[in-house]
């Protein structure tokens, strides 16, 4: 795997010009928008994810994958880098992200709440890598090209579960439900589903690169 | 080193069915015209596609139980597929290193220097030419014992193809035990080149030789009808009739001079034997 990292590494940062753009707009919405720590977290964690997911485009362009697939690296392997890379990165997001806050705060002289931080921080995450571990199985399943349209189908979806939850809303109490949890049993239920979801994605995303040829 | 068994790979009306044998030390050759299954029949040996039928063996094991090490002692150049066009040749060094014990690296940067393969700039700013030396070049210094080469040498120019064939030859000659298979088209290129020839046509072995053997022995016999109809076929691979001659593929060509002595018989390249056997015979 470790191979396969450093290759990912080095594609992410020969691509000079994208990462320095990327890098920038997280720096400016670091800083002109530091008080608001929710949207900073999630979008500068979302560029990282986002960023070492397009190693995938990388792999497949200029035909790459017989040869990567030649070298003597196992189709699991590859699958598996895929999920520490983008999770890795989005972490990394996450803490660049709030650094920005921080640094925002100081700078401009306002207070950030570390407790509401840190537990916005904690919900956050794992729904970030439940998104992420479902864009990398639809990048690996489908390819660069068809994933585009799988994500059309996939944001469809969701939309219509949220048009549906709210042609409902007035029958089911859904806040009163949601606010009758206890915060720990949120915290351990959010935890097993995210675990859920990767485990499975990854498992996934493991027998679509099997079953491929290249 | 590698025994094929009656791979069988079926895409649409195309049907790949091949044995064959890599043994150790030798350099293997496999011709054939484009489409004849040649890449096919590489991507299964290194696994890139899954056989319908049949076997392939790679140091003694199924190519699909390899173990990490093992897949280490294969290396492969492949047409027009390798390292990223985004990553300079200083990135591949440090990707080979991590993923080959046996990466030889000034190996690698002295022979960049010799073929003036800049480190430092993009792979997908290189000619086709540099791009094909490059790709030959990371499967030779992994310190591979087996090498599958999918025409090394296609779209070159002729200095370009004598610099890669010469570094295949020099890394036999420090590597006796090591084994090549080389697919190519450009026969000529072979025929200095490997210890034997598969020629594969229509997804079927059609003739496996020593290079030896056919450059001596074999011939293409030129004879009008009379001569035809009254010829000892024994040694006749393949006949292709054009309008004034018959041209006739024989495996023994001293067997005919001396028996038709008025007979023209010419020795035979490999390409009579991709045109011939591979073409509408009589």
Redesign the interface.
């Known amino acids: 795997m470790k191979g396969l990292l450093i290759k990912d590494a080095l594609l992410i940062l020969r691509n000079k010009r994208s990462i320095t753009t990327l890098l920038l707009v997280c720096v400016i919405f670091g800083f002109s928008m530091g008080e608001n720590v929710p949207f900073v977290l999630c979008y500068t964690a979302t560029v990282f994810g986002i960023m070492a997911l397009g190693t995938v485009s990388y792999d497949e362009f200029d035909n790459g994958y017989p040869f990567l697939m030649s070298l003597p690296v196992e189709r699991k392997t590859y699958a598996v880098e895929k999920y520490v890379l983008s999770l890795g990165s989005e972490l990394a997001g996450l803490l660049i992200g709030l650094l920005l806050c921080i640094l925002s705060a100081a700078v401009r002289g306002f207070n950030i709440e570390p407790m509401e931080t840190a537990l916005f921080a904690l919900v956050s995450f794992p729904i970030l890598i439940i998104i992420m571990s479902l864009l990398i199985f639809i990048q690996l399943k489908y390819g660069p090209e068809r994933s585009r349209l799988v994500m059309f189908l996939f944001y469809g979806i969701i939309l219509a579960g949220m048009a549906i939850v709210s042609r409902f809303k007035d029958r089911f109490d859904f806040t009163g439900m949601i606010e009758n949890i206890s915060p720990a049993a949120a915290a351990i239920g959010l935890l097993v589903v995210t675990v859920l979801v990767v485990v499975l994605m990854c498992r996934l995303s493991i027998r679509a690169v099997e079953k491929k040829e290249y | 080193m590698v025994i094929i068994n009656n791979l069988e790979k079926h895409y649409g009306s195309f049907h790949l069915n091949v044995s064959m044998e890599i043994p150790d030390g030798r350099i293997t050759g496999m011709i054939g015209k484009n489409g004849a299954g040649k890449t096919t029949t590489i991507?299964a040996i290194?696994?890139?596609?899954?056989p319908d039928a049949g076997s392939v063996e790679v140091f003694g094991r199924n190519n699909k139980d390899l173990t990490?090490a093992e897949?280490?002692r294969?290396?492969?150049a492949?047409a027009?597929?390798?390292?990223?066009?985004?990553?300079?040749v200083e990135?591949a060094v440090?990707?080979?290193r991590?993923?080959?014990s046996r990466f030889d690296e000034g190996m690698f940067r002295e022979y960049c220097r010799i073929l003036n393969l800049p480190l430092k700039k993009?792979i997908?700013e290189f000619s086709m030419g540099m791009k094909a030396k490059l790709?030959v070049l990371c499967a030779l210094c992994t310190g591979a014992d087996l090498m599958?080469m999918d025409e090394p040498t296609a779209g070159l120019d002729v200095e370009a193809r004598i610099e890669i064939l010469e570094l295949i030859q020099k890394y036999m000659e420090a590597h006796p035990d090591a084994s090549v298979l080389i697919s190519s088209h450009i026969s000529s290129d072979l025929e200095g080149l490997c210890d034997d020839i598969y020629l594969i046509h229509d997804g079927k072995i059609l003739l496996h030789e020593d290079t030896d053997v056919i450059l001596d022995n074999y011939g293409v016999l030129k004879c009008d009808e009379d001569l035809y109809n009254a010829l000892d076929k024994q040694y006749i691979l393949s006949t292709v009739q054009d309008k004034y001659m018959y041209r006739c593929l024989c495996s023994d060509r001293h067997y005919y001079s001396s028996l038709y002595p008025d007979a023209v018989v010419e020795k035979a390249g490999l390409d009579d034997l991709i045109l011939m056997m591979g073409g509408k015979g009589v």
């Open positions: 991507k290194l696994g890139l596609i899954r990490h897949r280490e294969i290396s492969a492949l027009e597929s390798g390292f990223s066009g985004w990553l300079y990135d440090k990707i080979l991590s993923l080959y993009p997908k790709r599958i």
